[in-house]
């Protein structure tokens, strides 16, 4: 199992690397990969079954990935990416009355949550991508997410050998730790800050310290992840499975492993923009 989990963990590391590197399409066209996957493995576990509300929530995702496709300009870009939202809620509430009393009001809400959430907040990942440098903002999000998770895990392991470590959430997560989340978030703001001085002559996109601005990211970026794989596993224990899928050997799911990430990458691309203001 160990081994298995390893291996998809390099091969999904090698896919990022390459979709970040290259960005463009191919970027996009991985992201919308995941928003679909992810989607359906949402849908599945809140118990979304009628084909025409799954498929309207995907032509929801579709559009909005057209809107964000490189050859689209930003000014469109803002101006239709909003759009879709309010396009997606009201036509979900159309069908909601002109067929009532087809379906519930939760039915409704499920497909409108499952196609943000995650199929839209991902998309994020690939809007950070083709900002200004943008491909190293992009590791900012895989540090404070990814990052802070695995110095989590480590510290929380190394203060559990030395003494009784307080729990997070123990209804949720017992076994995540108050320590250990302090220590992801410190380890990953180390990282952002080194990350932040040895590419400092390359981003140039802020006017306060480079290492401080990418510190303050992965520290943010970490515990807004936390709450992004909390929220994933609440939802778990609610519907009662233990595994969104099995698409990634050893890891689950898209949901199960880029949990973090869907709510870690749009919080960050709002505060790239906030720090370029001061």
Same mark, same amino acid.
């Given at each position: 199992?160990?081994?298995?989990?390893?291996?998809?963990? @390099?091969?999904?590391?090698?896919?990022?690397?390459?979709?970040?590197?290259?960005?463009?399409?191919?970027?996009?066209?991985?992201?919308?990969? /995941?928003?679909?996957?992810?989607?359906?493995?949402?849908?599945?576990?809140?118990?979304?079954?009628? @084909?025409? #509300?799954?498929?309207?929530?995907?032509?929801?995702?579709?559009?909005?990935?057209?809107?964000?496709?490189?050859?689209?300009?930003?000014?469109?870009?803002? #101006?239709?990416?909003?759009?879709?939202?309010?396009?997606?809620?009201?036509?979900?509430?159309?069908? $909601?009355?002109?067929?009532?009393?087809?379906?519930? $009001?939760?039915?409704?809400?499920?497909?409108?949550?499952?196609?943000? $959430?995650?199929?839209?907040?991902?998309?994020?990942?690939?809007?950070?991508?083709?900002?200004?440098?943008?491909?190293?903002?992009?590791?900012?999000?895989?540090?404070?997410?990814?990052?802070?998770?695995?110095?989590?895990?480590?510290?929380?392991?190394?203060?559990?050998?030395? $003494?009784?470590?307080?729990? #997070?959430?123990?209804?949720?997560?017992?076994?995540?730790?108050?320590?250990?989340?302090?220590?992801? /978030?410190?380890?990953?703001?180390?990282?952002?800050?080194?990350?932040?001085?040895?590419?400092?002559?390359?981003?140039? @996109?802020?006017?306060?310290?480079?290492?401080?601005?990418?510190?303050?990211?992965?520290?943010?970026?970490?515990?807004?992840?936390?709450?992004?794989?909390?929220?994933?596993?609440?939802?778990?224990?609610?519907?009662?499975?233990?595994?969104?899928?099995?698409?990634?050997?050893?890891?689950?799911?898209?949901?199960?492993?880029?949990?973090? @990430?869907?709510?870690?990458?749009?919080?960050?691309?709002?505060?790239?923009?906030?720090?370029?203001?001061?």
């Amino acid at each position: 199992m160990f081994l298995k989990r390893l291996i998809s963990g @390099i091969v999904l590391l090698g896919i990022a690397f390459a979709g970040i590197y290259f960005g463009g399409w191919f970027l996009w066209a991985i992201v919308l990969l /995941l928003a679909l996957t992810g989607t359906y493995e949402m849908y599945k576990a809140l118990g979304v079954k009628d @084909i025409a #509300m799954s498929v309207f929530g995907y032509i929801t995702i579709g559009s909005f990935f057209l809107i964000i496709m490189p050859v689209v300009s930003d000014e469109k870009r803002l #101006m239709l990416g909003a759009g879709v939202f309010v396009l997606d809620f009201l036509i979900s509430m159309a069908g $909601y009355v002109f067929t009532f009393p087809k379906y519930t $009001y939760k039915q409704v809400f499920d497909v409108i949550i499952g196609a943000i $959430y995650p199929g839209i907040l991902i998309s994020f990942l690939y809007l950070i991508r083709i900002s200004d440098c943008g491909m190293l903002m992009c590791w900012m999000v895989f540090i404070a997410a990814w990052g802070s998770d695995t110095f989590a895990y480590l510290t929380g392991m190394t203060f559990k050998k030395l $003494y009784k470590v307080h729990q #997070m959430t123990p209804k949720l997560s017992p076994k995540k730790s108050i320590e250990g989340g302090i220590g992801g /978030l410190f380890f990953a703001g180390l990282i952002g800050f080194l990350f932040g001085l040895g590419f400092q002559k390359d981003i140039t @996109i802020f006017d306060i310290s480079t290492p401080a601005a990418c510190a303050l990211i992965a520290v943010f970026g970490g515990m807004i992840s936390m709450v992004g794989d909390l929220a994933a596993s609440a939802i778990k224990r609610n519907v009662g499975i233990k595994d969104y899928g099995n698409v990634i050997p050893g890891h689950g799911g898209v949901m199960d492993r880029f949990d973090s @990430i869907i709510f870690a990458a749009p919080c960050i691309y709002y505060l790239i923009i906030i720090l370029q203001m001061f």
